[in-house]
């Protein structure tokens, strides 16, 4: 199916306001744009308007940004005068990893490679207080926390919150920590994570960026049962698994990061074949 002159106009329109390239000459799937397009035309008419809409609230995020949205988020909790981080004086700060991720390689660990940053280290929010930077074979060091001593996890992305509760559990469990002495900083977070996470183990999440759910948390009753309907069926059409659909534990993202999370709408990752790549694809 070819794209409609409407369709392909309100694709550039969107494509502008998001500040992403459009190409001015001839180019292939290295192009979001082409690529959008791909996926765009399998699709009908209601299918097309409903991605370009959500595309429209579409967050994406470079790696070359995570050190200035860092900075930020410190910035703002320093700003809020937050207790947690001013009666602490010592911070072991540590990638969120849950144990089944130990031996791969997670976005967690780029974010807490940026936490090293000068930037970081003289950030306000941490003048005056000790800290240590543990990957996970050190994460022993965190034993036995003085009552002024916190655990600081650090990633780029909250969905589910799963990921994080397993991690939180572990070391609870093994290093026998008080939950009120850990706290997560990611750059982004989705609301239903963040209250999973609280409601699970006590602990809290700061973020620059918080979202809610794309469609569920956003139209009214009528428009959501009708945009959900239309979503089923864009899944059916790209054969996503049932943990995925709607995104990971139906989680409804709108983001893309370093690595698109599967807890984005399928229907802006899933690719359906090697020579039909996705727009924010993960593989």
């Not at 070819?2 to 992403?20: E, H, P, T, Y």
């Not at 982004?188 to 973020?207: C, F, N, P, R």
Request: with cysteine; aromatic share 12%.
């Amino acid at each position: 199916m070819r794209l409609s002159a409407s369709i392909f106009l309100n694709l550039v329109d969107v494509f502008k306001a998001n500040g992403w390239e459009i190409p001015n000459g001839p180019s292939g799937m290295e192009s979001r744009f082409n690529r959008f397009c791909e996926r765009l035309s399998i699709l009908d008419t209601k299918e097309q308007q409903l991605v370009i809409e959500l595309t429209r609230r579409f967050t994406d995020i470079s790696g070359s940004e995570y050190l200035q949205l860092i900075i930020k988020l410190l910035n703002r909790i320093h700003d809020e005068r937050n207790a947690v981080f001013s009666t602490a004086k010592k911070f072991f700060i540590l990638p969120l990893v849950a144990p089944q991720d130990f031996s791969r390689t997670k976005s967690s660990s780029f974010v807490w490679y940026y936490f090293r940053d000068e930037l970081v280290k003289y950030n306000p929010l941490f003048v005056g207080k000790n800290l240590v930077y543990c990957d996970i074979e050190k994460a022993s060091w965190v034993r036995n926390l003085k009552t002024d001593e916190m655990v600081i996890l650090v990633d780029d992305f909250i969905g589910s919150g799963e990921t994080a509760v397993g991690a939180v559990t572990w070391i609870v469990d093994t290093f026998k920590i008080d939950p009120k002495q850990i706290v997560i900083l990611s750059i982004a977070a989705q609301e239903l994570g963040i209250k999973h996470i609280l409601q699970e183990t006590g602990v809290a999440t700061y973020s620059y960026y918080k979202f809610t759910r794309g469609i569920s948390d956003f139209y009214s009753d009528e428009q959501r049962k009708d945009y959900l309907a239309i979503m089923n069926v864009i899944e059916d059409k790209l054969k996503v698994d049932s943990e995925d659909r709607l995104g990971y534990n139906q989680s409804e993202a709108l983001i893309s990061l370093i690595r698109t999370p599967n807890n984005t709408f399928p229907v802006f990752w899933k690719t359906k074949n090697r020579s039909k790549p996705a727009p924010f694809p993960r593989d």
